[in-house]
């Protein structure tokens, strides 16, 4: 199985704020990787997928780039609705995995 | 917009069979794949399998021998079946649209529990 491996594992940041999260797999995976948000109590919801595609419907302040093995999202002036925790997915080979994810926490 | 309605038993006995059902309204079953996705409380996300509308099925490998994944495109629906169950199967099943990889459109999820 590809391993996918998030960092940081948890982030604390302050509304406004612009911030990346991390994710590298345990091989080339191109760019076959999509990003989800969940919130507690709810079911993740698709960010970007093909490493750099926003799904329909997400604001733009959410970018995904990178190729091969490291990926980032990056989430720009940080509000509150976007504290939550996000994942990784790679979808090169089977089965699919996820990384640990990444609990974004206020400052 | 599609939306995804999964159902089924939320307390299960160990060694007996898991099954659920995910009702798909607002759009067709054809085109897509159909997936099964779990997440164990306080713990990550588990890609169990998917389903294409036409039949074909992939499996989680460590899952494969327990599991089964069926669809009825009469009903609009897709089901899944976990056989002998234990503790460890404890977590919330989630249905999602799945389309090259992405899981689009997940359903709200529903916590199944393996307890005697």
């Known amino acids: 199985d590809i391993q996918m491996t998030q960092s940081p594992s948890s982030l604390s940041a302050s509304v406004g704020d612009r911030v990346t999260i991390t994710c590298r797999a345990s091989?080339?995976?191109?760019?076959?990787l999509v990003w989800y948000q969940q919130k507690p109590g709810k079911a993740p919801k698709s960010l970007i997928y093909?490493?750099?595609s926003l799904q329909s419907g997400v604001p733009s302040k959410f970018s995904g780039s990178g190729s091969g093995t490291d990926f980032t999202l990056t989430i720009s002036s940080l509000q509150p609705e976007d504290f939550a925790t996000y994942y990784c997915?790679?979808?090169?080979?089977?089965?699919?995995?996820f990384g640990q994810g990444t609990k974004l926490e206020i400052k | 917009q599609v939306q995804l309605q999964e159902s089924g038993p939320g307390l299960v006995k160990p060694s007996e069979t898991l099954s659920l059902t995910c009702a798909v309204s607002?759009?067709?079953?054809?085109?897509?794949?159909w997936s099964w996705i779990r997440q164990a409380p306080g713990r990550g996300l588990e890609w169990i399998g998917y389903?294409?509308?036409?039949?074909?099925?992939d499996y989680n490998p460590s899952l494969e021998s327990r599991l089964t994944i069926s669809v009825d495109t009469s009903k609009n629906q897709f089901s899944l079946k976990l056989r002998s169950v234990t503790a460890a199967d404890t977590a919330v099943y989630y249905c999602?649209?799945?389309?090259?990889?992405?899981?689009?459109?997940w359903g709200q999820g529903t916590l199944v529990t393996v307890s005697s």
């Open positions: 999602a649209r799945t389309y090259g990889g992405n899981m689009q459109f």
């Open positions: 607002g759009g067709s079953l054809s085109g897509y794949f």
């Open positions: 997915q790679q979808y090169n080979s089977y089965p699919y995995t």
């Open positions: 389903i294409y509308y036409a039949g074909s099925t």
């Open positions: 091989q080339d995976i191109y760019n076959y």
């Open positions: 093909a490493a750099s």
